[in-house]
């Protein structure tokens, strides 16, 4: 598992799989539906902007590399890397 993290006050999530090909999903089970995840590249700039829905991500679009997740609800956040490889 390659998932790493950067926490202030931290949510429970899981991110799989991990590397990814096409798509990943978040397991966040204390965050809503409604909670905002945000999608940055290494550089920090915000490619998908989105609410956690279903927990299912399509990242098939974008370039092979390493990529940070970050989900926020209720004042507690945690970002979370994924890698994405060619399929």
Known sequence: DRTTESETETLSVQLQPNPASDHFTLIAE???????????????????????????FDISAFPAGL????????????????????K
């Not at 290494?42 to 490619?47: D, K, S, V, Y």
Request: no cysteine; charged share 25%.
């Open 30 to 56: 204390e965050a809503p539906s409604e909670a905002p995840v945000f999608i940055f590249d290494e550089l920090g700039h915000i490619l998908l902007q989105t609410r956690l829905g279903n927990g299912y």
């Open 67 to 86: 990529y940070f997740v970050r989900i926020v609800s209720d004042g507690k956040q945690k970002t979370l890397t994924v890698e994405k490889t060619q």
